[in-house]
Nanobody, 122 residues
């Protein structure tokens, strides 16, 4: 089992920044790929960014590329999502999730946090 706990959400103005954290615990999570997803009201959950714990390879959705940065600190068992140049359309509940491999495919993520709300005002 892998447990994931997100934090860092809140209210930001358009153009502002927020940093989300995801603390992981449990068995051998270093073998997993970790991803950030988000779900806006009335919309399906979508992939945002992903990272490999081992080699820190990163990948992003087109909607956030160049504005968001995913990173991880192995010593702290924590992954981060630095969000800059926020837009009102970034408003969503953000989830971190762990998969057995690097992937953008939601169905392959077996462990999920409970989410943290991000609200961006215009």
């Amino acid at each position: 089992q892998v447990q994931l706990v997100e934090s860092g959400g809140g209210l930001a103005q358009a153009g502002g920044s927020l940093t989300l954290s995801c603390v992981a615990s449990g068995r051998a999570f270093s073998a997993y790929g970790l991803g950030w997803f988000r779900q806006a009201p009335g919309k399906e959950r979508e992939f945002v960014a992903g990272i490999s714990w081992i080699i820190a390879n990163t990948y992003y959705s087109d909607s956030v590329k160049g504005r968001f940065t995913i990173s991880r600190d192995n010593a702290k068992n924590t992954a981060y999502l630095q969000m800059n140049s926020l837009k009102p359309e970034d408003t969503a509940v953000y989830y971190c999730a762990a998969a057995g491999t690097q992937t953008r495919v939601e169905a392959l993520y077996h462990y999920w946090g409970h989410g943290t709300q991000v609200t961006v005002s215009s």
